[in-house]
C-alpha cells in the first residue's frame, strides 16, 4: 500500500524555523519528483515547492523562495521542507504529494503549521 | 506566478451534470498538457480526478471527464451523485519546474 506520512508539524513563533518530514512506503520513491503544497485554513491549495528524483533540480513558490528549502533521502524514502523566518501567513495544513505529469498524484493526511506568538 | 481562476461555486441536481473552468495563460495552461484536478472533501486530502488534460486514474468513475481549449481547461461532472458534493481544484504546470493550483470551486448536489 502507498503510504505519505507528514510529521513535524507544531506551534512556532513569527521568525522561528521548522523542520517537516513526509516518510514514504509503497513505491519506488527514488524514481518520483516530490512536492509540498500548503492549505491555510478554510482557504484553497497552494503549491509550495517541488524536487527532482534525484535532488538536483528545485523549485519553489515565490512566497517562500530564499526562507524554505526542499530536500530528499532516497536512502531513507523521506522528503523534507526546512522552514525559516516563519510568519503568520505560513500557517496552514503542510501536505507532501507524489509528482506526476507536472501535477500530483498521491497525498498525505497532512501536518498542520501554526505560526502565532 | 498567480493562482489559475476558478468559479468560486457552482451547483447541479442529482443526475444532472456540472462544469467547472479553469483558466490560465500561455505560460501554463495554454502551454502544457499538463492540467490535472482534484476533489477535496471537508477534513480530507485531495484526490487525484484527472491527469494530463483528460486522463482518468484507475479507480476514477467515468462521470469525471477533462478538456482544455486555450487557455482555459474545463472538469465536467456527469450524474451528479451526493456523494460528488466536494471541493474541486485543477492545477497546471508552470514552467521552470513549478505548479500552480485555482482557486477551488465548491461543489454543491441540490
Known amino acids: 500500500e502507498v503510504q505519505l506520512a507528514e510529521s513535524g508539524g507544531g506551534l512556532v513563533q513569527p521568525g522561528g524555523s521548522l523542520r517537516l518530514s513526509c516518510a514514504t512506503s509503497?513505491?519506488?520513491?527514488?524514481?518520483?519528483?516530490m512536492n509540498w503544497v500548503r492549505q491555510a485554513p478554510g482557504k484553497g491549495l497552494v503549491w509550495v515547492s517541488r524536487?527532482?528524483?534525484?535532488?538536483?533540480?528545485?523549485a519553489y513558490a515565490d512566497s517562500v523562495k530564499g526562507r524554505f528549502t526542499v530536500s530528499r533521502d532516497n536512502a531513507k524514502n523521506t522528503l523534507y521542507l526546512q522552514m525559516n523566518s516563519l510568519r503568520a501567513e505560513d500557517t496552514a495544513v503542510y501536505y507532501c504529494?507524489?509528482?506526476?505529469?507536472?501535477?500530483?498524484?498521491?497525498w498525505g493526511q497532512g501536518t498542520l503549521v501554526t505560526v502565532s506568538s | 506566478q498567480s493562482a489559475l481562476t476558478q468559479p468560486p461555486s457552482a451547483s447541479g441536481s442529482p443526475g444532472q451534470s456540472v462544469t467547472i473552468s479553469c483558466t490560465g495563460t500561455s505560460s501554463d495552461v495554454g502551454g502544457y498538457k499538463y492540467v490535472s484536478w482534484y476533489q477535496q472533501h471537508p477534513g480530507k486530502a485531495p484526490k487525484l480526478l484527472i491527469y494530463?488534460?483528460?486522463q482518468r486514474p484507475s479507480g476514477v468513475p467515468d462521470r469525471f471527464s477533462g478538456s482544455k481549449s486555450g487557455n482555459t481547461a474545463s472538469l465536467t461532472v456527469s450524474g451528479l451523485q451526493a456523494e460528488d458534493e466536494a471541493d474541486y481544484y485543477c492545477?497546471?504546470?508552470?514552467?521552470?519546474?513549478?505548479?500552480?493550483f485555482g482557486g477551488g470551486t465548491k461543489v454543491t448536489v441540490l
Open positions: 509503497g513505491f519506488t520513491f527514488s524514481s518520483y519528483w
Open positions: 524536487i527532482q528524483t534525484d535532488g538536483t533540480k528545485t
Open positions: 492545477s497546471s504546470y508552470g514552467g521552470n519546474n513549478k505548479v500552480v
Open positions: 504529494a507524489r509528482g506526476k505529469s507536472g501535477g500530483v498524484d498521491l
Open positions: 494530463e488534460v483528460s
